[in-house]
Every structure is written in structure tokens, then in C-alpha cells.
């Protein structure tokens, strides 16, 4: 199959990585694995062992009503808790394979929708947020655009970093939260040929 190029021939990529079936279940199982790993998991409370504090019995057994020993105790205000959070991962495990699949299908489906736009490059050579936006008016995209890069530079980053929902990404660093959330994605040539070389 063919994609477009903006201002330039059309390209030649393949049909299995572009044209692939929609997998909604699949790409929710990796986005929220993706979004999972992230997550730092350092929630951490003490339990009734872990309180400090005496540990002595502050009434008597009998005549005054409940039982109580210490004043750690999950039932009391300032005492342990019951079911102590600890730190933890909350790491998925998701297969390399599953995980490429999922990445071509969100790629076929932009490819559908015609969110998916190729250019030869970017040609920003200075860091100017004017000549960005130039850029982005000439290729007709709006919302949350995602910029990859077969090598992003620094002007690259720079003139894109004051614009609000215009993020710039390396294409070693494409990840399936960052295509999901994005109305546009344009990619370089180079780079589409990287991706396609990874996912075929």
C-alpha cells in the first residue's frame, strides 16, 4: 500500500504494519500496562505492629465496657491501620509480540481516519515558535499533535515547546499512550521507515 507525502511522491509501506485490523481489547490491554508501569507505587501506611507507642493496656479487662488493649489499635483515632498499604509495582506483563501488534493497529487506524500525516521533514532550523506554527498551518493539523522525528533536534524542541498540545518525540521513543491520545500524528519519512522496519 501507499501513504501520501506531503509535498513530496508517495511512499510505499507495508500492508501488514499500516493496514491492519482494529484491536480495541488488545490496545487497552497496552495502554494500561503503559500507563501502569509508570506509575511510581510508593503509598505506605503503618500498621498496628509498625505504630510507636506503648504497648500497655490502658483499662482494666472487665466492668468498663469493651475490651481494649492499646491505644494502637485500628479503632482508635492516630492508631495503625487495618490493611497497611505497602510499596508496590503495578507492572504488567505484555508480551513484545502483543505489544507490536498493538502499536500497528493504532497506526492502521489513524492511517484510516486520515490522522496520520507524512512529510519529507519538518525543516525547522531554528528554534522559532513562529516558523512552527507556520508549519503547522501549512500541514493542516490542530488539537493534540504528535511531531515524530528520525532524529529530533533541539530547534525541533525548543520551537515546539511553547505551543500547548504540540509534543515532539523521537522515534525510538513512540510508545501506544502517546499515538492514542493524539488527534494528529505526522511522521518523516525516515522515521515511518524506522517504525515500519520495527513493527513489520
Do not use: C
Request: no cysteine; charged share 25%.
Amino acid at each position: 500500500m501507499e501513504l501520501n507525502v506531503i509535498g513530496a511522491k508517495p511512499v510505499t509501506v507495508s500492508e501488514e504494519v499500516f493496514g491492519t485490523e482494529f484491536k480495541q481489547a488488545l490496545i487497552h490491554q497496552v495502554v494500561t500496562a503503559y500507563r501502569n508501569a509508570g506509575r511510581a507505587g510508593t503509598k505506605a501506611q503503618l500498621s498496628r505492629g509498625e505504630m510507636s507507642g506503648t504497648t500497655k493496656k490502658f483499662k482494666k479487662q472487665k466492668g468498663g465496657g469493651a475490651r481494649h488493649g492499646d491505644y494502637r489499635a485500628p479503632i482508635f483515632v492516630g492508631g495503625g491501620v487495618t490493611f497497611a498499604a505497602k510499596p508496590r509495582s503495578f507492572e504488567q506483563k505484555v508480551n513484545r509480540k502483543a505489544y507490536r501488534v498493538a502499536l500497528r493497529s493504532i497506526l492502521a487506524e489513524l492511517n484510516r481516519q486520515n490522522r496520520l500525516k507524512v512529510v519529507e521533514g519538518f525543516g525547522i532550523e531554528q528554534p522559532k515558535t513562529k516558523a512552527m506554527i507556520a508549519k503547522m498551518a501549512e500541514l493542516e493539523v490542530s488539537g493534540r499533535v504528535l511531531l515524530v522525528s528520525e532524529d529530533a533536534n533541539e530547534a525541533l524542541y525548543l520551537a515546539a515547546r511553547n505551543i500547548p498540545y504540540l509534543h515532539v518525540v523521537d522515534v525510538l521513543a513512540l510508545n501506544p499512550v502517546s499515538l492514542v491520545g493524539s488527534d494528529h500524528v505526522v511522521l518523516t519519512v525516515e522515521a515511518l521507515k524506522k517504525i515500519e522496519e520495527w513493527l513489520a
